[in-house]
């Protein structure tokens, strides 16, 4: 196994951990969160992971003043309490059309403790959005490959509003969320930046929570956490350890580096490795597979998820990568692309995992093309690499033998159960921003989830231990597993949402939607309906791909494995009170 390394940071340098930018608006969050004591053990393997979707909320201790209606239909008191019009008691979820559905919580009443925490009084809880600077030249470059323009003002209208209408549903106990924009002085690697707008932040506004970062640099997160304040989404360049040492300010959406590549390792080593390769091109075609990697360079602690890859696959699979090639910058791939290129083509190298950003594969695709170098490309969970919208960019005639596991996942037509179809729903408009502003949501509805199930006695520990102890919220072909904690699924603890992956393969003819519902030539399809798998539960069989009997682009209904939010849900306060979905 041989490694080469381009010297020198580019200008959008360290692109790899920057998937969970917009590989967001493709992720609909929803998180159920009471407090359930669960034992503290770490994961010992796939064998230790639970059933998928374990949890019974019932027999559960709830912080003092908590309640929800699964308990209380269980113990036979829903009369002692008051679930208001925002639950359906036919269901004791909130009618809220989001999928999957979420528990109901009482209305609190009585003393809340006051001032809990920093940036928690009787009345409020402040939280600051940190919003990217205007014009941030890499945003734009990003933002400019896929179409997505965003106008000032936009970003935080669409805080405003869903706070409005999650205000409307989730429980703070007798107090408001207050969010304060505060918009960045620096662009998203800028370090010395980050570290300045954290300190005004903590000096000057004194929030109990901040959401969104410069998604570049850590500096940011860091930062935030030593003035003790709770950070959701700050950064996505943190590994487990990141999160860890920051125990109980930081938290995120997306998997980890590491979480995903122990994903993608099982999926190698049980589907790939020792199989022909069947969908490469040319001589190589059935050929016994010799799989390379190529990975974008980041910082040292980045090194560390493939590190524990490449061991995975010798511990677990007798396997070994032929060859690792790195790369700081993606405009610079012209160069040094054809070099790597070249090498896995003399080597025989018939399949090669891509771990890093968007860009890089347009040149990586083309160069392959005119070297006559057909190999099979496989998807590691770089979510914006997955995104249709910019593998439509790729040359296709390469990115038809694309296939791999992703944490993505089709969605429903007309809107119901999506971000856009609840601000619809709720508003009689699309947000402000359109799909841009979809990235307020999953961390919104994290931080809201957590906020709820830590009860009146509001603190970052409390938090924590609301997270941690929340039930695990299952998966369908429409929305991942949620969980936090150490619930036996990855081996450190986990800070971040997502738990599991599903299997796609892409399709250059079929006309699908791509992230922000526009329609357009060229999809990825979800192997067997989207079906999804935690650690350890990968198919030990070759890849369900390139079917589109079996693949989905996305589902004209509600899969019969997702729930469906009744049709006859109407909000119950702002400007469409009381009306079904328009």
């Given at each position: ?266 999926y190698l080593g049980k589907r790939l490795i020792d199989r022909p390769a069947k969908w490469a091109g040319g001589p190589l ?152 502003a979809l990235l307020t949501v999953p961390n919104l509805q994290v931080l809201f989830g957590g906020l709820q199930g830590a009860g009146p006695d509001l603190t970052a520990e409390h938090f924590r231990d609301a997270l941690f102890t929340a039930p ?111």
């Amino acid at each position: 196994m041989s490694g080469d390394r381009t010297e020198g940071p580019g200008p959008i340098a360290r692109w790899g951990p920057m998937v969970a930018i917009l590989g967001a608006i493709a992720l609909l969050v929803g998180v159920v969160l009471v407090a359930e004591p669960i034992a503290d053990a770490r994961a010992t393997g796939p064998s230790s992971a639970p059933e998928r979707g374990a949890g019974d909320t019932t027999e559960i201790e709830l912080p003092p003043g908590v309640m929800t209606f699964e308990q209380a239909k269980a113990k036979g008191t829903l009369d002692d309490y008051d679930f208001g019009d925002r639950c359906d008691p036919a269901t004791g979820t909130l009618a809220l059309p989001l999928a999957p559905q979420q528990n109901c919580f009482a209305k609190f009443s009585g003393d809340n403790g006051g001032a809990t925490a920093t940036g928690v009084t009787a009345d409020k809880i402040k939280v600051v959005a940190y919003l990217n600077q205007p014009n941030d030249p890499i945003l734009e470059f990003i933002y400019g490959q896929i179409g997505l323009e965003t106008k000032p003002g936009e970003a935080e209208k669409a805080y405003d509003n869903f706070n409005e209408i999650f205000a409307s549903y989730y429980e703070f106990y007798g107090r408001e969320v207050e969010i304060i924009p505060y918009i960045a002085t620096g662009n998203i690697q800028d370090s010395v930046a980050a570290t300045a707008d954290a300190e005004t932040i903590a000096r000057d506004i004194k929030p109990f929570a901040v959401i969104n970062g410069p998604q570049l640099s850590n500096a940011f997160a860091d930062t935030i956490s030593a003035n003790g304040i709770v950070c959701m989404g700050c950064t996505s360049t943190g590994d487990d350890e990141f999160y860890g040492e920051r125990d109980p300010y930081q938290w995120g959406v997306q998997k980890t580096p590491t979480q995903n590549l122990v994903l993608v390792a099982e999926y190698l080593g049980k589907r790939l490795i020792d199989r022909p390769a069947k969908w490469a091109g040319g001589p190589l075609k059935d050929k016994p597979r010799k799989i390379a990697m190529i990975a974008a360079e980041g910082t040292e602690q980045n090194d560390a998820p493939i590190e524990m890859f490449t061991s995975i696959l010798a511990e677990d699979y007798g396997a070994e990568l032929a060859n690792i090639q790195r790369y700081d910058d993606p405009l610079a791939l012209g160069t040094t692309g054809r070099a790597m290129l070249s090498q896995f083509k003399s080597e025989g190298i018939t399949s090669i995992v891509f771990v890093g950003d968007p860009i890089a594969p347009q040149t990586l695709t083309r160069i392959a093309s005119e070297q006559d170098y057909h190999p099979e490309w496989i998807t590691s969970g770089s979510s914006l690499v997955e995104n249709n919208v910019f593998s439509r960019t790729y040359d296709q005639d390469q990115w038809a033998r694309a296939f791999g596991p992703t944490s993505l996942f089709p969605r429903v037509d007309g809107g119901i159960g999506t971000p856009i179809g609840l601000h619809k729903w709720y508003f009689g408009t699309e947000p402000p921003g359109g799909a841009a502003a979809l990235l307020t949501v999953p961390n919104l509805q994290v931080l809201f989830g957590g906020l709820q199930g830590a009860g009146p006695d509001l603190t970052a520990e409390h938090f924590r231990d609301a997270l941690f102890t929340a039930p695990i919220l299952a998966g369908s072909p429409i929305a991942p597993q949620i969980s936090f904690g150490n619930r036996g699924f990855f081996p450190n603890t986990d800070y971040v949402a997502l738990d599991d992956m599903t299997e796609i393969s892409w399709d250059p003819d079929v006309i699908a939607p791509d992230e922000g519902g526009k329609e357009g030539k060229g999809g990825w399809r979800y192997s067997d309906g989207g079906k999804r798998y935690l650690p350890g539960e990968w198919p030990d069989d070759e890849p369900h791909v390139f079917d589109a009997e079996t693949g989905v682009t996305n589902f004209e209904a509600f899969p019969t494995t997702a729930e469906e939010p009744p049709a006859d849900w109407a909000p119950v306060s702002g400007p469409r009170k009381g009306k079904t979905y328009p």
